[in-house]
């Protein structure tokens, strides 16, 4: 699968999902930017690509890192937010292992501790992404996780795990999230999406 998305971007192809940030993190956006805040804001973007929610990210104000497998995805991200003057970092990593502290132990100071918001869109692999992201919110913070639904005709090709909306919310069970949404939402004609927000106690 890395291999296959690394020859993709790495041909100058455009991820599948489009290079304007999904509507349900602009919905969300645009509420967290009514929110008072102090300070810059950090964000993380799993699975990024070439950083179509990374740019978003930055654009709304916050300091984002975004993470992919792909080093390919990850130069033309790190590329667009020089090219914009965007405040953010694209860093390379496998998210069946990859965290906040192994970013730091391998040499990345600048990969926060902890994030403010966190969100993953389309990532199909497993589940045990969403428990660990749960661990990597700031007290306060937002995750915002984005899959195919079972149904949907949108999506990964058959043997791609499409988790629903029932096994997703198990998966947070003992995080210490509280679910602040979560529902199946036709975004268009042929996509269904699974979504679901949940928030770290201050």
Do not use: C, I, K
């Amino acid at each position: 699968m890395q291999q296959m998305w690394e020859r993709r971007y790495a041909a100058g192809e455009q991820s599948p999902d489009g290079v304007a940030p999904h509507p349900e993190v602009v919905a969300l956006l645009e509420r967290l930017e009514r929110e008072p805040r102090a300070g810059t804001r950090t964000a993380l973007d799993l699975g990024s690509g070439p950083g179509r929610h990374v740019l978003a990210l930055a654009r709304a104000g916050y300091d984002a890192t975004g993470v992919d497998f792909s080093p390919t995805a990850v130069r033309v991200l790190e590329d667009a937010l020089r090219r914009h003057g965007l405040p953010g970092r694209g860093v390379v990593g496998d998210l069946r292992t990859w965290s906040p502290q192994e970013a730091r132990q391998q040499g990345r100071a600048d990969v926060p501790q902890e994030f403010d918001l966190v969100l993953a869109a389309y990532f199909q692999h497993s589940l045990e992404l969403l428990r660990n992201a749960s661990g990597w919110l700031a007290p306060g913070g937002t995750l915002l996780w984005l899959t195919h639904a079972p149904d949907s005709v949108d999506g990964p090709p058959a043997g791609v795990p499409r988790p629903g909306l029932e096994e997703t919310l198990r998966a947070l069970e003992g995080t210490g999230l509280a679910v602040r949404r979560a529902e199946e939402v036709r975004t268009s004609g042929t996509a269904l999406d699974v979504v679901l927000e949940a928030v770290r106690a201050r």
